[in-house]
């Protein structure tokens, strides 16, 4: 409906301007062998870093305030990083030709197809054994690590106390990354097999901060509700450089 250019103004008080937040500001949260800053910004906007041994993490988004409440969004949402289910490679041409010269699995970039040397495998046997290890270059178990020169004893070595491999959960430590157990028979594994997969980085080393909440008290913000809980000691402002007066050497 149009409203008239003469109408009479509304009555009430308008609402005061908005003032500045008080979570508004710089924090720090590091800690011994901990790097952890925090920036939430006038404009509606936050940044956060972290650094701790081989894991860098860093993440950004928008933020409100609800009575005394900071809560968070990112913006844009990450995409976590996943292992996916590829194909399964040729029967082994080792020289041999047994069973035992393929690698029962591998894992690969998936950007370039190159083997992604970072994961671990928990296997599980049909004959109840379970075992975990890392996925080397030519996957797993290992034909060039150097355990596989002098071989471990049965209960650590699935080349000889695991029957049938069953199930495959694939991980990524440094950045708590977790596959489904994957079914190795459903997807047509047998002997003499290997079964590839393939791993996206897609937004690896960035925090979901989606639904954290904050409360600030005696300088200290404390964020709950997302991967770890955390508190971040506020800093006090930035001093500007004074610029000298006209005339004053």
């Known amino acids: 409906m149009a409203v008239s250019a003469h109408a ?81 490679d040729p029967v082994s041409a080792a020289p041999d030709k047994s069973s035992n010269a393929a690698p029962y699995l591998r894992v690969v970039w998936s950007t370039n197809f190159e083997p992604f040397p970072y994961a671990s495998v928990e296997l599980q046997c049909r004959n109840g054994e379970t075992f975990s290890g890392q996925i080397h270059r030519d996957g797993y178990p290992s034909a060039i690590a150097l355990e596989y020169q002098d071989p471990p004893p049965p209960e650590r070595d699935p080349r000889q106390s695991c029957d049938v491999p069953t199930t495959a ?24 097999r290997t079964a590839r997969f393939v791993f996206s980085p897609n937004d690896m080393g960035v925090a979901d901060f989606t639904g954290v909440t904050g409360s600030l008290s005696d300088g200290t913000l404390t964020l709950v509700g997302g991967e770890w809980p955390m508190e971040l000691r506020k800093l006090p402002p930035a001093k500007s450089a004074e610029t000298p007066a006209s005339g004053e050497d």
């Open 8 to 88: 009479a103004p509304p009555q009430g008080n308008p609402e005061p301007p908005e003032t500045p937040s008080d979570f508004v500001g710089r924090y720090n949260g590091s800690s011994f062998e901990t790097a952890m800053g925090m920036e939430i910004l006038a404009d509606g906007t936050w940044r956060w870093g972290l650094s701790v041994g081989a894991l860098d993490m860093r993440a950004k988004g928008t933020w409100q305030r609800r009575g005394d409440t900071l809560v968070l969004a990112s913006a844009p949402v990450p995409v976590a990083p996943e292992f996916a289910w590829s194909r399964l």
């Open 169 to 192: 959960t694939l991980v990524q430590s440094v950045y708590n990354v977790r596959s489904q157990p994957f079914d190795l028979a459903a997807m047509g594994w047998e002997p003499g």
